[in-house]
């Protein structure tokens, strides 16, 4: 279990039921994976396709974007606009052979704590699977050098 | 590639957003008591943050939101110049207006503080020690560096509309309509039916003071349509509604009643000529009848009736006109439009009320096979005097006095298959019925099949042991049947109750002649599409959602918006009156300050960089960003404007920004909040 891969989730959550419902979650005292770290935004609209691959090439293992179900934005429809732009995002990623179940757009109404509670353990046991993203080395295709081999490198001069 | 305009960031999405110069910040980590520190490493998460870059000090506090707490940061921001504060503990939702009280009274600008919410989304979601101070560390570490990049704001002063709207004119709405229109304000009150009294008007008795329900309602019913701040629209319905709080311009639309309401007298002449008799699904629910022209019951508010189209003879065929021959003063109008009308309110008051839980839904229960198994609101309208058999208790057939009388508690409620909540108002409701069969059929004998008696209230107790002292009979346990298939002699002809008595541990068969299903309370069919309409939340079983359950139980989430009575969870009538007084109260706070202060978080467009594109006015579902034909560029219209952010993060030219949710302090927070997502032991180099 210790030698376990804890993948790390961006969670941008929406102001109104998104982030509300994950306070229930915590107020109702549901555990779940401790791996999503949340930025609260007003509303899912807010998220752009920038802020996701930021989340990527920074280090996340995965993306978790949460907001109100269809019908309950509570900006009209902020929800759908980030779904459309969700739906592009993801075309782009397949291209760059990022898996689907890294980058999620999930509905968690305020009363729905445990169902993000379960969204995020379901989202931490996918990446679990997968494995760490490594988006540098994947997508930007940089190469790691060990510390040691630049101290080296460095040493040498 | 910033090179040809530095201004447009969004092009360089590989620098790392600018910090501004001497920014000074305080981290403040809480333990909550214990929530926070049983789970979470405060001293060590408290020790790092003062390590981290712009951090001046970082302390751990016992209780962050005591005035001990709140001092502690006032007294650094004189004290060591902190112009950012930082504090890791509850929900923002919870203490974020607390701190930032804090930091104005210490002359700090408030949108200069930010919170880490290491409480509901740290210590309480985990028991790992470890994981949950390293997330943490990472939440306080978003925050820092996001709140360096946060700018001075002011908030947004609006007028407020001194008018409300209320809409529902059940008790509830009835109460906050009285209670404003009293206070001085002009109150617009929607109703969907022809008249206003909603459930209230359909009961008999009251619990447990056996009151009369039209003898309290209806004056408060002709109060309201007389009201001089009081405009009464009933068989309207609301169809739209724009703005924010302080100014919502709501439509209406009346529907045509088909009488000149400035002529009609109210006579009920032209109810009683109509030759159309219907069954009244409505307000007698089903037990009685009405006419094609009709009010749901004598003391209807307003006196006038409405022709019902579907089923009138004129509207159908053509002929007929029975009632504008009779009418006295011409006020039969079969030309009437409906009319659209445009409210201008500040606040709106939801009181849409409940449905009763449909009893067919619950098989073995026999409603709508059974011929004498009755729903609680068709006895109630049995033994209203006003109602179709004049308050007899009688069978389906309208004669036979029924001998036994079976009544079964939680019909759709406190039942995994239907409903898990309590009704709350059915068990009070089941005892009047027993008491009322007592009195109107002294011999009957009468039946309670419970799983508990929540008497809860005040003389709530009391008046159950009055109906236990009167002899009605208590039997505990879940009715499992009820059914005709007699097994015996004594059961002919009669509906037997199959139903474990789980007081002494036994099967038995109770034959009755009458059973009365207590159907619970549900949310109206179209909860969710009137949430929508308002812009509020609903729970899982379509309750309307309050801001807080206990300590903000009428506001909704969404400003200016207003719950009372059974739209927010089932309530009985004491209940429904104090929210209806608590919305007005908190309507009329609010209007006492004739101004109100709204977060500054709001869209600017920098016209300079704007190209014209106008993809973002159509994006605004507020119609907040107008175009501006003769320069090419957008703006935003900042009264308009809800700060939701879906234009900034649609601009192609980054021309739009959202404050308090800029780019910078996003992307920021992002880098902060995944501080130790890099690998340690290996650097990364660029690729050559």
Same mark, same amino acid.
């Given at each position: 279990?210790?030698?376990?891969?804890?993948?790390?989730?961006?969670?941008?959550?929406?102001?109104?039921?998104?982030?509300?419902?994950?306070?229930?979650?915590?107020?109702?005292?549901?555990?779940?994976?401790?791996?999503?770290?949340?930025?609260?935004?007003?509303?899912?609209?807010?998220?752009?396709?920038?802020?996701?691959?930021?989340?990527?090439?920074?280090?996340?293992?995965?993306?978790?974007?949460?907001?109100?179900?269809?019908?309950?934005?509570?900006?009209?429809?902020?929800?759908?606009?980030?779904?459309?732009?969700?739906?592009?995002?993801?075309?782009?990623?397949?291209?760059?052979?990022?898996?689907?179940?890294?980058?999620?757009?999930?509905?968690?109404?305020?009363?729905?704590?445990?169902?993000?509670?379960?969204?995020?353990?379901?989202?931490?046991?996918?990446?679990?699977?997968?494995?760490?993203?490594?988006?540098?080395?994947?997508?930007?295709?940089?190469?790691?050098?060990?510390?040691?081999?630049?101290?080296?490198?460095?040493?040498?001069? | 590639?910033?090179?040809?305009?530095?201004?447009?960031?969004?092009?360089?999405?590989?620098?790392?957003?600018?910090?501004?110069?001497?920014?000074?910040?305080?981290?403040?980590?809480?333990?909550?008591?214990?929530?926070?520190?049983?789970?979470?490493?405060?001293?060590?998460?408290?020790?790092?943050?003062?390590?981290?870059?712009?951090?001046?000090?970082?302390?751990?506090?016992?209780?962050?939101?005591?005035?001990?707490?709140?001092?502690?940061?006032?007294?650094?921001?004189?004290?060591?110049?902190?112009?950012?504060?930082?504090?890791?503990?509850?929900?923002?939702?919870?203490?974020?207006?607390?701190?930032?009280?804090?930091?104005?009274?210490?002359?700090?600008?408030?949108?200069?503080?930010?919170?880490?919410?290491?409480?509901?989304?740290?210590?309480?979601?985990?028991?790992?020690?470890?994981?949950?101070? *390293?997330?943490?560390?990472? *939440?306080?570490?978003?925050?820092?560096?996001?709140?360096?990049?946060?700018?001075?704001?002011?908030?947004?002063?609006?007028?407020?509309?001194?008018?409300?709207?209320?809409?529902?004119?059940?008790?509830?709405?009835?109460?906050?309509?009285?209670?404003?229109?009293?206070?001085?304000?002009?109150?617009?009150?929607?109703?969907?039916?022809?008249?206003?009294?909603?459930?209230?008007?359909?009961?008999?008795?009251?619990?447990?003071?056996?009151?009369?329900?039209?003898?309290?309602?209806?004056?408060?019913?002709?109060?309201?349509?007389?009201?001089?701040?009081?405009?009464?629209?009933?068989?309207?319905?609301?169809?739209?509604?724009?703005?924010?709080?302080?100014?919502?311009?709501?439509?209406?639309?009346?529907?045509?009643?088909?009488?000149?309401?400035?002529?009609?007298?109210?006579?009920?002449?032209?109810?009683?000529?109509?030759?159309?008799?219907?069954?009244?699904?409505?307000?007698?629910?089903?037990?009685?009848?009405?006419?094609?022209?009709?009010?749901?019951?004598?003391?209807?508010?307003?006196?006038?009736?409405?022709?019902?189209?579907?089923?009138?003879?004129?509207?159908?065929?053509?002929?007929?006109?029975?009632?504008?021959?009779?009418?006295?003063?011409?006020?039969?109008?079969?030309?009437?439009?409906?009319?659209?009308?445009?409210?201008?309110?500040?606040?709106?008051?939801?009181?849409?009320?409940?449905?009763?839980?449909?009893?067919?839904?619950?098989?073995?229960?026999?409603?709508?096979?059974?011929?004498?198994?009755?729903?609680?609101?068709?006895?109630?309208?049995?033994?209203?005097?006003?109602?179709?058999?004049?308050?007899?208790?009688?069978?389906?057939?309208?004669?036979?006095?029924?001998?036994?009388?079976?009544?079964?508690?939680?019909?759709?409620?406190?039942?995994?298959?239907?409903?898990?909540?309590?009704?709350?108002?059915?068990?009070?409701?089941?005892?009047?019925?027993?008491?009322?069969?007592?009195?109107?059929?002294?011999?009957?004998?009468?039946?309670?099949?419970?799983?508990?008696?929540?008497?809860?209230?005040?003389?709530?107790?009391?008046?159950?042991?009055?109906?236990?002292?009167?002899?009605?009979?208590?039997?505990?346990?879940?009715?499992?049947?009820?059914?005709?298939?007699?097994?015996?002699?004594?059961?002919?002809?009669?509906?037997?109750?199959?139903?474990?008595?789980?007081?002494?541990?036994?099967?038995?068969?109770?034959?009755?002649?009458?059973?009365?299903?207590?159907?619970?309370?549900?949310?109206?069919?179209?909860?969710?599409?009137?949430?929508?309409?308002?812009?509020?939340?609903?729970?899982?079983?379509?309750?309307?959602?309050?801001?807080?359950?206990?300590?903000?139980?009428?506001?909704?989430?969404?400003?200016?918006?207003?719950?009372?009575?059974?739209?927010?969870?089932?309530?009985?009538?004491?209940?429904?009156?104090?929210?209806?007084?608590?919305?007005?109260?908190?309507?009329?706070?609010?209007?006492?300050?004739?101004?109100?202060?709204?977060?500054?978080?709001?869209?600017?467009?920098?016209?300079?960089?704007?190209?014209?594109?106008?993809?973002?006015?159509?994006?605004?579902?507020?119609?907040?960003?107008?175009?501006?034909?003769?320069?090419?560029?957008?703006?935003?219209?900042?009264?308009?404007?809800?700060?939701?952010?879906?234009?900034?993060?649609?601009?192609?030219?980054?021309?739009?920004?959202?404050?308090?949710?800029?780019?910078?302090?996003?992307?920021?927070?992002?880098?902060?909040?995944?501080?130790?997502?890099?690998?340690?032991?290996?650097?990364?180099?660029?690729?050559?």
């Amino acid at each position: 279990m210790e030698n376990e891969f804890q993948p790390i989730i961006v969670g941008f959550l929406c102001n109104w039921c998104s982030y509300r419902a994950a306070d229930l979650a915590g107020t109702a005292r549901v555990h779940y994976a401790p791996t999503m770290r949340p930025i609260r935004v007003m509303c899912t609209a807010r998220v752009e396709p920038e802020f996701v691959l930021k989340a990527l090439r920074e280090g996340a293992d995965g993306v978790l974007i949460a907001g109100c179900h269809p019908g309950e934005c509570h900006y009209v429809e902020g929800n759908i606009k980030a779904l459309r732009r969700f739906t592009l995002l993801k075309a782009m990623l397949r291209q760059f052979g990022v898996e689907d179940e890294r980058v999620q757009l999930v509905w968690a109404a305020a009363s729905e704590g445990k169902q993000l509670a379960e969204a995020v353990d379901r989202m931490t046991e996918q990446l679990r699977a997968l494995g760490p993203l490594r988006w540098r080395q994947r997508v930007l295709g940089e190469q790691p050098v060990a510390r040691h081999a630049l101290e080296v490198e460095v040493g040498a001069d | 590639m910033s090179a040809e305009n530095p201004h447009r960031t969004r092009h360089d999405p590989h620098a790392t957003p600018d910090a501004g110069h001497g920014e000074r910040v305080g981290v403040y980590v809480c333990h909550c008591g214990h929530n926070i520190a049983n789970t979470v490493a405060v001293e060590e998460v408290a020790e790092w943050a003062g390590e981290q870059p712009n951090v001046v000090v970082a302390r751990d506090y016992k209780f962050m939101c005591s005035s001990l707490g709140q001092e502690l940061i006032e007294q650094d921001i004189q004290q060591l110049g902190l112009n950012r504060v930082v504090v890791a503990a509850c929900s923002p939702h919870m203490h974020e207006k607390t701190f930032r009280s804090a930091c104005q009274r210490a002359g700090l600008n408030p949108y200069l503080f930010e919170m880490a919410n290491i409480r509901e989304m740290g210590s309480w979601a985990t028991d790992d020690r470890e994981a949950a101070t *390293q997330k943490a560390k990472a *939440q306080v570490k978003g925050a820092v560096e996001r709140a360096v990049r946060q700018q001075p704001l002011e908030p947004l002063y609006v007028d407020i509309n001194p008018n409300t709207l209320v809409v529902g004119g059940g008790i509830a709405g009835l109460t906050a309509a009285l209670e404003l229109a009293n206070a001085g304000y002009h109150v617009y009150l929607v109703e969907r039916d022809s008249s206003i009294g909603g459930h209230m008007a359909k009961l008999d008795k009251t619990f447990p003071t056996l009151d009369c329900a039209a003898c309290i309602l209806t004056p408060k019913m002709v109060d309201v349509a007389n009201h001089p701040n009081i405009t009464l629209m009933t068989w309207s319905e609301v169809l739209s509604v724009h703005g924010y709080v302080g100014n919502f311009t709501v439509r209406v639309r009346k529907k045509a009643r088909y009488i000149k309401e400035d002529l009609c007298t109210g006579c009920g002449t032209c109810v009683e000529k109509c030759p159309v008799r219907i069954i009244d699904q409505n307000f007698e629910v089903g037990l009685g009848y009405r006419k094609a022209v009709y009010r749901n019951f004598p003391q209807a508010v307003p006196k006038y009736p409405v022709i019902d189209t579907a089923n009138c003879t004129f509207f159908q065929r053509g002929k007929c006109r029975a009632c504008e021959i009779v009418c006295p003063t011409d006020a039969i109008d079969f030309n009437q439009k409906d009319e659209i009308v445009d409210l201008e309110v500040g606040n709106i008051i939801l009181a849409t009320g409940y449905e009763q839980f449909d009893a067919r839904r619950v098989p073995q229960y026999g409603y709508g096979r059974l011929a004498n198994v009755f729903t609680s609101m068709e006895f109630e309208r049995m033994v209203n005097a006003a109602g179709p058999t004049a308050g007899r208790v009688v069978l389906r057939d309208g004669v036979t006095v029924p001998k036994r009388i079976a009544i079964i508690h939680c019909v759709g409620s406190r039942d995994k298959n239907y409903h898990e909540y309590c009704s709350r108002a059915c068990c009070m409701a089941a005892l009047k019925f027993a008491h009322l069969v007592h009195e109107r059929v002294p011999e009957a004998e009468v039946f309670n099949f419970y799983i508990d008696i929540r008497a809860s209230g005040k003389h709530y107790e009391e008046f159950y042991h009055r109906v236990l002292s009167e002899g009605t009979h208590f039997i505990r346990g879940r009715v499992a049947e009820v059914t005709d298939a007699a097994r015996g002699p004594g059961e002919e002809g009669q509906l037997i109750i199959q139903v474990e008595d789980t007081l002494i541990g036994k099967q038995r068969r109770i034959p009755v002649d009458m059973v009365i299903l207590m159907a619970g309370m549900e949310s109206r069919k179209d909860a969710r599409q009137v949430a929508a309409l308002f812009g509020l939340g609903c729970d899982y079983d379509g309750w309307f959602t309050e801001r807080h359950a206990k300590l903000d139980p009428v506001v909704t989430m969404t400003e200016g918006i207003l719950v009372a009575g059974a739209c927010q969870g089932p309530k009985a009538i004491p209940e429904s009156v104090a929210q209806g007084s608590a919305a007005a109260a908190r309507v009329a706070g609010m209007m006492g300050q004739r101004v109100m202060k709204r977060e500054p978080v709001r869209a600017c467009i920098d016209a300079a960089s704007c190209s014209g594109c106008r993809i973002c006015n159509t994006l605004c579902p507020y119609h907040a960003i107008t175009f501006h034909e003769d320069r090419k560029v957008s703006e935003v219209i900042p009264a308009l404007c809800q700060g939701c952010g879906a234009c900034v993060a649609a601009c192609p030219s980054a021309a739009i920004s959202g404050a308090h949710f800029t780019r910078d302090q996003v992307l920021a927070q992002i880098e902060g909040i995944l501080w130790d997502a890099r690998q340690p032991e290996v650097l990364w180099l660029e690729p050559q």
